[in-house]
């Protein structure tokens, strides 16, 4: 079998696998750095929501702490926002008149516009087409507790600075946003959307996941956030198989999948009759079928070198049957334009990926994992440590490279996104989207 190497970015050492499917046994540099690469890493409690009722929504403004908000809602712009959505000259006016109910409610309010636009984004739902990611920022971050807090401390700007995204990302393109003159327009507003997106996310993805850019066509493997690995990537063609939103759980690698073939192929397409009417063809491609009493045939595809999802798959269960595979068609990660798929993410050097993750999730060992991926048998390891994936959509973002650039809007998300950054803030927003949940019949096959 061909050595697999389980590339490590940022000049971190490779573990290698040796002849005959497995690891050298001896203790060699490659095994010093393979713990460099992978430490014992213990993660973070969650940060849960406080059980404690909420204050309340409307609290007393000092002169000292509305003048602070008034010097946050000037200088908002640097964060992609705008001034004009948070009633800047009602606040100037009422800072002068003194202290009363009016100042309270308007300034209170104001505050609960920035901690919505500042940690959930401004853009309303509507505009989020096939996002589906739900947002525990919410629950972490709550409102109420958040006034309470810049109110009893006088840290109106801290507070609500604690709210941004701690991606390296949205630094990056704040930074662009600062460096780009208001002549270019069109760019600026570009760089507002994407921030935005980011506060579409939680605040802090982990110290441990899988993150994927579509238009980019790129996995990323982040561990102690440092990216140790990328992937090129096949997604969703644009349509009803466009690849969402999203923000899953991984939960097993399952190595020489078997790949149970939709209906709409069976029968659509007429495979099941293929199959059963020529069995030396069915085993040369892997396929079983079975024709049940009611006449109803399934068909599934066998492990092996040709079957349909490759060597490996990540099991993340989610309405829309989203996962990453791999596939035997790895030409294709040469394309330009790698929209190709049904929706599910074929992903480059997936062996060394799924052998990434089976460690990483602490299922198996260096030496388990390897006799597993080269048995040829369907083997799902779970995997124990917590490991989310991101399936995002930005298009301006770091590449690859570390360069800031923009990318082909493959589906035409951009559209809705810039058009309500010129549209007033939208008021008592829902939180949860209403598009459409699209189930993928997932067709893993070449050209499909």
Request: charged share 20%; net charge negative.
């Amino acid at each position: 079998m061909r050595n697999w190497i389980i590339t490590l970015a940022t000049g971190i050492a490779g573990a290698a696998l040796a002849g005959g499917g497995a690891f050298a046994q001896q203790e060699t540099a490659a095994d010093a750095s393979f713990d460099e690469a992978f430490p014992q890493m213990v993660s973070e409690p969650m940060v849960q929501g406080d059980l404690a009722p909420p204050g309340p929504m409307v609290q007393p403004w000092s002169a000292q702490n509305l003048a602070a908000l008034i010097a946050v809602i000037e200088g908002i712009g640097a964060e992609g926002l705008d001034p004009k959505d948070y009633s800047l000259p009602e606040l100037r006016a009422l800072g002068t008149a003194g202290q009363s109910e009016d100042r309270d409610a308007l300034a209170s309010k104001v505050f609960v516009w920035l901690v919505e636009d500042l940690r959930d984004g401004r853009a309303p739902m509507e505009a989020r087409v096939q996002w589906f990611v739900v947002d525990p920022d919410r629950d972490r971050f709550r409102t109420s507790d958040l006034l309470t807090q810049a109110l009893e401390t006088g840290d109106v700007a801290g507070t609500l600075a604690k709210l941004n995204p701690t991606h390296p990302d949205y630094a990056r393109l704040l930074d662009e946003l600062a460096a780009t003159p208001a002549s270019q327009a069109s760019k600026r507003k570009l760089i507002r959307a994407n921030m935005d997106r980011w506060r579409w996310l939680a605040r802090d993805l982990g110290t441990q996941y899988l993150i994927t850019n579509v238009p980019e066509y790129q996995l990323r493997l982040t561990v102690g956030d440092r990216i140790i690995s990328t992937y090129r990537t096949v997604v969703g063609k644009p349509g009803r198989t466009a690849t969402p939103q999203l923000a899953e759980m991984v939960e097993g690698v399952v190595f020489n999948p078997t790949w149970t073939v939709p209906q709409s192929i069976v029968m659509g397409e007429g495979l099941g009759a293929r199959v059963l009417g020529n069995p030396a063809w069915a085993r040369a491609n892997g396929y079983v079928g079975t024709r049940g009493s009611n006449g109803y045939i399934t068909v599934v595809q066998q492990p092996g070198p040709g079957n349909s999802l490759g060597r490996m798959k990540l099991e993340m269960p989610n309405p829309h049957a989203i996962f990453f595979h791999d596939t035997p068609s790895r030409n294709l990660f040469g394309n330009a334009n790698r929209a190709l798929s049904h929706g599910c993410i074929r992903t480059e050097r997936a062996l060394e990926l799924a052998i990434t993750m089976a460690i990483l999730g602490q299922g198996a060992t260096r030496d388990e994992a390897v006799a597993i991926a080269t048995s040829g048998e369907y083997t799902k390891v779970p995997i124990k440590k917590e490991m989310p994936a991101y399936i995002t959509y930005f298009t301006m973002a770091t590449d690859i490279e570390g360069n800031m650039r923009s990318f082909d809007d493959i589906y035409g998300r951009d559209a809705p996104v810039l058009a309500s950054l010129d549209k007033p803030r939208v008021q008592n927003r829902s939180a949860t989207t209403d598009d459409e949940v699209i189930v993928i019949e997932n067709d893993p096959r070449a050209g499909v």
